[in-house]
């Protein structure tokens, strides 16, 4: 089992297309979707990457996580926990927003096997926390920490599916979302600013997924990010946002984005290996080398963030 750590910003930015960039458009039904959705995100976020923290803190001791712990080892770590406020976006609200009408076919079942699937995770951490924090192993000779294992193993692997599959739904709601959204308002409006802001996260989002893994496709690479700084150039030339503080900010990180992606595409091009302090520096959570898959979705979740506080 190796879940992938993924930055849940990804999807936060769905948010943003549902709420924000519409405010003059926005119906009754489309907000009660809004929610529904959000509440789907605040569970993800909350957890997801928690869940993936404790998995790692769990296995970290363990020689060899497939067999288990034996019961002889010099040092042992219970699974880290979630704190309870994460827990609870994934309880009634949660439930809530699963129950909330009209259905969503492509989402609820997904949230709904992510939120099964951490309840029961989430319970047997409880239990395993207790058991170590207890100390028991040392009068059992360890058979709790065998017991335990198994089980416990089973329940992250079938969460780190259903987030998989989370994630896959919410990505897929968010990129359909935008696309219908981009051309309401740029019916309504003309390429509003509204319309600008929707463009640039869904295209450098692309961006971002197009230059991912270890050896992405350069030539949809180098079209991505022309089509991407075509979108910002537009804008530029159109003067959206001028005089706004936040929409200079966002615009700063967009160009960020752009810069990063040019300087991944050359680190791919000339086959550039990370160095062992670069992945040092990966393992250990610092800031990723740049022209990295790591820095590119750095660069992307720096511009989610910036989005964000407009809509606020």
Known sequence: MNPTFRTALLAASVALCLAACQKGASTPAANE?????????????????????SFQ?????????????????????????????????????????????????????????YQETFTA????????????????????????????????????????EAGDAMDAALEANEDQRRKEQIAAIEKEEGRSAAFYHLSIIGEGKQLVKVLDGDAPDLAAGRAQLARYQAVLEEAAKAKVGQGDPMWGHMERSADKLASEG??????????????????????????????????????????VDMSNRMAR
């Not at 979707?33 to 923290?53: L, S």
């Not at 067999?67 to 406020?85: D, F, I, Q, W």
């Not at 959570?285 to 022209?291: L, Q, V």
């Open 262 to 303: 040019g300087r991944r595409i050359e680190r791919l091009q000339a086959n550039q290996p990370l160095s062992r302090s670069d992945q040092i520096l990966l393992e250990s959570g610092g800031m990723p080398p740049s022209g990295t898959a790591p820095a590119l979705l750095a660069s992307y979740n720096d511009l």
């Open 121 to 160: 995770l989430n319970e047997k951490i409880g239990d395993a926390v207790r058991y170590y924090d207890r100390e028991d192993y040392k009068r059992d000779g360890g058979e709790g920490m065998r017991q335990r294992h198994a089980p416990l193993m089973q329940a992250y692997s079938a969460f780190f």
């Open 57 to 113: 803190r769990y296995v970290s001791w363990i020689a060899d996580p497939a067999a288990g712990p034996t019961g002889k080892e010099e040092t042992v770590r219970a699974p880290g926990t979630v704190l309870s406020h994460r827990v609870e976006f994934c309880g009634a609200p949660l439930t809530a927003a699963l129950a909330q009408q009209p259905a969503n076919a492509a989402l609820d079942p997904a949230a709904r096997r």
């Open 33 to 53: 979707g809004a929610d529904k959705i959000n509440a789907y995100i605040a569970c993800f976020n909350g957890v997801q990457q928690p869940i993936q923290e």
